[in-house]
């Protein structure tokens, strides 16, 4: 069998492909933090050569030819520091989140300006100071240890009485030694987070790009359910509707030109249903995948008809009045108020069956006041059954997010009214 031999890399990659095999090999832990303080020399040595291009680069700018040098000192720092902060992950177990990557920005001259003026860039140059600082005192460190061990080795007077106490000191200067260089190891890992770590106004504006990610995710299922749960149960009063009408009872005669009607509804809603779940699940998988999502037509209140149609022919009997011009109202308002109507109904449905309901939208100056209110139940046994009680928690937190407010209570007369009072003053 002939003997293997490694083979010497020749290329940039294969160069990589070793270091990552190094990182993966080497866990956190002394393993780890012994290779992290040898390659501070050769990495320490690096860095001053940057920084010595850096100052070169300062200097050419006097003659209008540094610019480009400086560019290339920073895109090169930058790269370094994307290194540091793997290395620190791999060999001392220490959090460090990537960062703002220059690249991904859009346009070179936002690039540009990102690499010049982005807290990262300068960060990791002090980063990189800091990692010359610490090659200087591990060489110092090294050095000097070597220089006591090999005096105590060769230089001392060895006999029988102070073989031992020479070679304690031998052993004692080895401790030393690596107890310094595991201390500036150490403390290497917990300067290496707050100068390779992310800027405090990009975990700002993070922490703000993912609250509103939150907040509009939580709105897309707020609109789901009333979506959803509206279609399911006005489906399910048509459907029984259309069941009572093609059962025979008693003198009651067929109507299947309304059952057919009624089908034609619960198709409708149900398209209504999907069309809504698909329209969610694109927007969240446009933010996931980074995108922006599609623009959609959110519901207004030239909509409120055909919702309120399909609940008449399943049989609640729901009048919609509009007082005022709501022609200009703003559409945010405009969804927010057809919300309403949508989850009062459904309301009406679930917990009363089909008594008499009456929506209805009016507008007072710079005020908008959507009303749901109907008359005591009197078929209860043919109501669709409760719902899960989220409704009016989602709409109260709606309207207050709004600027408005909002009533639920019972009526003297034995019903019920959902009352929304909306500022149309600033609503965009």
Known sequence: MPPTTSRIPGSAAEIAARLRALLVAARPGWPGRALY???????????????????????????G???LLVLLVLATTRGFAG?????????????????????DQHGAVRKLRRLVWAADTWRALGWLGARVLLGIATL?????????FAYLGWGADW??????????????VVGVTLAVLDGLVRLSGSVAPRLLGTAPEQRIAALQQSTRRLADRNRLARDLHDTIGHALTASLLQASAARRTLTPAGD??????????ALGHIETNTRTALAELDRVLSVLRAEDGGRDPAPFAAPSLADLEELLSGLRDGGLPVALVVDGDVDDVPAGVQELAYRVVQEGTTNVLRHAGTPLTVAQ?????????????????SQLDSRPGPGGGRGLAGLRERATAAGGTLSAEPTPSG??????????????
């Open 37 to 63: 303080a040898l390659a501070s020399l050769p990495f320490g040595a690096l860095y001053l050569a940057l920084f010595a291009g850096l100052v070169g680069s300062v200097v050419a700018l006097i003659y």
């Open 65 to 67: 030819v540094g610019v």
């Open 83 to 103: 290194l540091e902060r793997r290395m620190a992950r791999e060999l001392l177990g220490v959090d460090i989140p990537a960062g703002e990557r220059v690249r």
């Open 140 to 148: 110092a460190t090294l050095l000097f240890g070597g220089f006591v």
């Open 159 to 172: 006999n029988a009485l102070t073989a031992l106490p020479l070679l304690a000191l031998m052993v004692a």
């Open 252 to 261: 009651r005669p067929l109507q299947p030109d309304f059952a057919h009607q």
């Open 361 to 377: 939208v009016a507008r007072s100056g710079a005020t908008l006041v959507v009303r749901v209110c109907n008359e005591r139940a």
């Open 415 to 428: 019903g019920f009214e959902l009352c929304v009072t909306l500022p149309l003053a600033g609503a965009a």
